[in-house]
């Protein structure tokens, strides 16, 4: 059975602090909460005309994969109260999201609102880089879909995904490629099945720039390239490689993965 990590974000304007204790009870029978961040009060977003909201987050390590835990956190919002309108913006109870889920971003919103962000970069601060990327933030669901192509192409989840180059951590979008590299174990057990899913599923480009995948065993930190997904590759050693340079952001699993 996988341990998975997440960070779940975690709001309320109605009886704020005993609904906040409420949740955390529940959120404690079917995960052990490690961390919480400080809870601070912000003023509300988008429709003003109601209470301030009580806002933070708990660190968890649960056995659930994430479309599970999602289900199980409506499920306690539903307890506690939550009456969901056609305004997703009106007082509640309790919000509960899983907004990060070993370390890959599953929330938009963590990107643009601090009361998330910032609480987030407490008990994470390795998320920093990601956190602040610009590109992965305006082109956050096609940079996911990559992703979530990656994992899928495993049989066993990777130690890491990072994104890496000038693309991750330039404002703007120059030229070269959109690059990934995955940090795995025993890379030549499953090597061409990777290559073969990848070249079926993986998105060509993001925002015209090509992507590019590479990948690292983990033991003998030894990159291979795929230069198109499924193609001829080439092998090269990454001397260099740091998981908290500026020009590699953590999208995925270990942050330090050697």
Known sequence: MRINSAIIGVGSNIKPEE??????KEIASLASIIRKSDFVYTKPLLYENQDDFLNGVFQIYTSYEYPELNCRLKEIEHKLGRVRTGNKNAPRTIDLDPVVFNNQVKDKDV?????????????????????????????????????????????????SVFGAGHWFYCSGLPEGDVGFFVVIENIDEYENKILLELKKTIPRSIAGSPVRVRLLNCEEKEVRRDEEPGSSHTRSHLSQFTSNSPSHILLYGNPRPF
């Not at 609904?19 to 955390?24: F, G, L, P």
């Open 19 to 24: 609904n906040i204790i409420k949740a955390e």
């Open 111 to 159: 990107f643009s609102r601090d009361f998330i962000k910032i609480p987030v970069l407490d008990l994470v601060p390795e998320l920093y880089n990601t956190l602040t990327c610009l590109n992965y933030d305006k082109y956050f669901y096609e940079v996911k879909e990559v992703i979530e192509a990656i994992l899928a192409a495993l049989p066993a989840s990777p130690v």
